[in-house]
């Protein structure tokens, strides 16, 4: 009898926490008893962990590394508007979709929110660059290298300015003072630094004077890859190339004499 009578308390005490949703004390510690180590009988609280935040101008960068151009413009417009920084990176992004006069509004207006900020002042060289004003490109690129006087980029814009007019002598100088600064100048992209294409012939003659700058170096390998770059967009002057004293090390090489015969095969 007190067996059964045991049995319908247990019971009814079960009936109870199922209606009321709590376990009486001794029932909770026998069924927690039974739980899985690694399942807590009674799992504190959650705390949600803060999110990660990026700020518009990263947003941006990371949209404009993607070449999502639009998106990036989008995402800067949520920056603070009073950064130079911020309306550089505006005018970048237009200038890559090739819409000068949009670039050109931001350049300047980087320019007058920040006078010693020497990047936009380059890039505004670069739109009028890209409009063959190489002579509004000049200045512009000279005021940029005042600004920043160990700005390599700089001058190897300036540099590409005075080779389209036909200026060699003082394109090449430039060249030489960018290669100065810093010899990895010409091999990588930079944000200060938006190339425009030309002619075939103005490349050229850019690509054999790089030859030139390299080899005088000893960088032999890049001298040779610009030389071939050169060849191939028309550089047709052997006596130049038999005979430049810059290039006597190269012409030594293997890899010249194969250059001529693709050179004579073209």
């Known amino acids: ?5 045991s049995l319908r308390c247990c019971r009814l005490f079960l009936v109870l926490a199922l209606s009321t ?4 004390l001794a029932v909770s510690q026998t069924l927690s008893a039974s739980l899985p180590v690694d399942f807590p009988a009674a799992p504190h609280a959650y705390t949600p962990q803060p999110l990660i935040t990026v700020s518009a101008e990263v947003q941006g960068d990371l949209l404009a590394a993607r070449q999502r151009y639009l998106d990036a413009i989008k995402a800067y417009l949520q920056a603070p508007q009073d950064s130079a920084a911020i309306a550089n990176k505006i005018g970048v992004a237009y200038h890559h979709m090739f819409d000068m006069v949009d670039a050109r509004k931001y350049y300047e207006r980087a320019m007058q929110l920040d006078p ?10 670069a739109t009028y660059h890209a409009e063959k004003k190489f002579k509004e490109a000049e200045r512009l690129y000279r005021k940029a290298i005042q600004l920043q006087p160990h700005g390599a980029a700089f001058y190897s814009n300036l540099g590409t300015a005075y080779f389209f007019e036909r200026k060699i002598k ?29 002619s075939i012939k103005d490349l050229a003659a850019v690509n054999y004077t790089l030859a030139k ?28 190339l038999m005979n430049d004293p810059e290039l006597a090390a ?3 090489t293997p890899e010249f004499a ?5 050179r004579r095969g073209n």
């Open 258 to 262: 194969q250059l001529l015969t693709l």
């Open 170 to 198: 003082k394109g090449t100088e430039a060249f030489q003072q960018a290669f100065a600064l810093d010899p990895d100048v010409f091999e990588r992209g930079t944000a200060a630094r938006i190339e425009e294409s030309s």
């Open 213 to 240: 700058t390299y080899a005088s170096a000893g960088r032999n390998d890049r001298a040779l890859a610009y030389l071939r770059k050169a060849v191939g967009e028309g550089f047709s002057d052997r006596k130049h």
């Open 1 to 5: 009898m007190t067996t059964l009578r």
């Open 116 to 125: 010693k900020f020497a990047e936009p002042v380059n890039n505004l060289g």
């Open 21 to 24: 949703g709590v376990l009486p």
């Open 250 to 252: 190269v012409r030594e």
